[in-house]
């Protein structure tokens, strides 16, 4: 299928190592369609390989993503890779389809009974990062609902630190996920946070989004 096929210059695209499958990536918008019909590679981006955890002693900051189809993944390995930060997946124990109809139903399902993915991660010690770049697909014009599950489970230790968020989405901009990444931190006990502009960038065009990352990292 035409969707299946990589533009070549995507296929380098890595993170820590691991090749990034974006298929909806140099998608024209009639193709693209605001992101609905993406499929992905069924086990969100990590069909093949490990989830991404890149931690060392030394980095001041951390990425921590999630990414159904690669999208977000590619932001964050820019983000990661301009900053030297570290990286953290988050995943679920029931990774969503690679079918996007099978998805929106989903996710459909689980809005709408508040009823969140269980997580399939462990969050390491964050005292040495003083920024947490926090990265999501958008999702019904909300936070996408791995993150609400990372939020709700792991939100108290994000107290103090500085919170990026970066997205990326169909073209509808980010819709109230910020305030939500808000209010579940604050729900969760989290104190002292600051948070920056938020990084929106249509998941079809995160290829050609560097100067806007640079500009948003200023
Ligand atoms: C279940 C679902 C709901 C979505 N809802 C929206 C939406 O409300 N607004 C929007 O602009 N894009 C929406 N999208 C499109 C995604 O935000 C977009 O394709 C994004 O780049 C996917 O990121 P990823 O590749 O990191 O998973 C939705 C996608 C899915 C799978």
Same mark, same amino acid.
């Given at each position: 299928? /035409? ?18 499958t974006a298929y909806q990536? /140099?998608?024209? $918008? =009639?193709?693209?369609? @605001?992101?609905?019909?993406t499929i992905s590679d069924g086990m969100d981006t990590?069909k093949?390989? #490990?989830?991404?955890?890149? %931690? ?6 951390? *990425?921590?993503?999630?990414s159904r189809s690669g ?5 964050? $390995? ?5 900053? =030297? ?5 988050? !995943?679920?124990?029931?990774p969503y389809p690679s079918n996007y109809?099978?998805t929106?139903?989903?996710? @459909? ?9 269980? %997580?399939?991660?462990?969050?390491? =010690? ?15 014009? !909300?936070?996408?609902?791995?993150? #609400?599950?990372? %939020? =709700?489970?792991?939100?108290?230790? %994000? $107290? ?20 939500? *990444? ?11 946070? !600051?948070?920056?502009?938020?990084? *929106? ?6 290829? #050609? ?10």
């Open positions: 299928m /035409g969707d299946k096929k990589l533009n070549n210059k995507f296929q380098d695209a890595t993170i820590d190592g691991q090749k990034i990536l /140099g998608k024209n $918008s =009639n193709d693209w369609r @605001n992101g609905a019909g990590n093949n390989s #490990h989830p991404t955890r890149k %931690l060392t002693d030394s980095a001041k900051n951390i *990425v921590i993503y999630f999208s977000t993944e590619l932001l964050a $390995s820019k983000i990661a890779k301009k900053t =030297n930060a570290d990286i953290l997946e988050i !995943t679920v124990k029931d109809p099978k929106l139903s989903r996710a @459909n399902f689980e809005r709408e009974n508040m009823d969140y993915p269980e %997580l399939n991660m462990e969050l390491p =010690n964050l005292d040495q990062y003083k920024t947490v770049y926090l990265g999501y697909p958008i999702w019904a014009m !909300t936070l996408s609902h791995p993150m #609400h599950s990372f %939020l =709700n489970t792991y939100g108290s230790q %994000l $107290s103090s630190k500085k919170i990026a968020p970066f997205m990326s989405e169909g073209g509808y901009g980010q819709g109230d996920s910020v305030q939500v *990444v808000k209010e579940i931190l604050k729900q969760q006990g989290a104190i002292n946070n !600051t948070f920056t502009s938020s990084l *929106v960038v249509d998941g079809n065009k995160v290829d #050609h989004s560097d100067k806007q990352i640079s500009d948003w990292l200023r």
